[in-house]
């Protein structure tokens, strides 16, 4: 079955600065990439996706990349602010997409002012 | 917020009991997931329901149960709860016929085993 590897577990910048959060993952078939942002005590809230068929796409100051070939995807967040602060999961489809996901095991990122 | 709500927030049980979670799924959504988060970890995938069937299941004991109504929420039942038990459930629903798999996850209920 599908496998997500996440790194690095934890994160510190500088505000102003980028950060950039890697996953790798294990089935070739799957086609869609997403990243969610979990606040202390708050549900994990979609923040940005990408399909197979791509391979980028940003959201003001987020973007994601995928490298299908190496079979890995990465989250980069630029300008960092304080209320970027949260535990961010990668996540793939355990089967096509609209299925169930297989998470990360989450980055903490910590933006100080 | 999403339209995701679930119910009830919080709960304490003691070993050995059942215990019954609820999920009301976002309007145009006829797919709901249910996932297990540590404390510290990742969601871990329960099972999936579509169209009131199970549609996939992740590595959980058949104690871990649910349903899904006509009116596509949901229910998960945990049977003979232990300690490990304790974890923030959520659901996430989605729209099956959707090709983009978005999920949109609810606040969770926070479920402490004592």
């Known amino acids: 079955g599908e496998n997500v590897e996440q790194h690095p577990s934890t994160l510190s910048v500088q505000e102003g600065d980028s950060a950039v959060i890697k996953c790798t993952y294990s089935?070739?078939?799957?086609?869609?990439f997403p990243w969610y942002k979990q606040e202390l005590g708050k549900r994990p809230q979609l923040i940005i996706d990408?399909?197979?068929?791509?391979g980028e796409k940003k959201d003001q100051r987020i973007a994601v990349t995928l490298n299908k070939t190496a079979k890995h995807f990465s989250l980069h967040i630029t300008e960092t602010q304080p209320e970027d602060s949260a535990v961010y999961f990668c996540?793939?489809?355990?089967?096509?997409?609209?299925?169930?996901?297989?998470f990360g095991k989450g980055t903490t990122l910590s933006v100080s002012s | 917020e999403t339209g995701v709500t679930q119910s009830p927030t919080h709960l304490i049980k003691t070993r050995g009991q059942q215990v019954t979670l609820r999920c009301s799924s976002q309007?145009?959504?006829?797919?709901v997931s249910w996932y297990q988060q540590a404390l510290g970890q990742g969601p871990q995938f329960i099972f999936q329901?579509?169209?009131?069937?199970?549609?996939g299941r992740g590595n959980f004991p058949p104690r871990f149960s649910g349903l899904q109504f006509p009116n596509y929420s949901s229910e998960l039942n945990v049977n003979a709860l232990e300690l490990d038990d304790s974890a923030l459930y959520l659901c996430?629903?989605?729209?099956?016929?959707?090709?983009?798999?978005?999920?949109?996850f609810g606040p969770g209920t926070r479920l402490t085993v004592t």
């Open positions: 089935d070739s078939a799957s086609n869609y």
């Open positions: 309007s145009g959504h006829n797919t």
């Open positions: 329901y579509y169209r009131e069937e199970e549609n």
């Open positions: 996540a793939a489809p355990r089967g096509q997409a609209g299925t169930a996901l297989i």
């Open positions: 996430a629903s989605s729209a099956r016929t959707s090709d983009r798999g978005e999920q949109y």
């Open positions: 990408i399909r197979s068929n791509v």
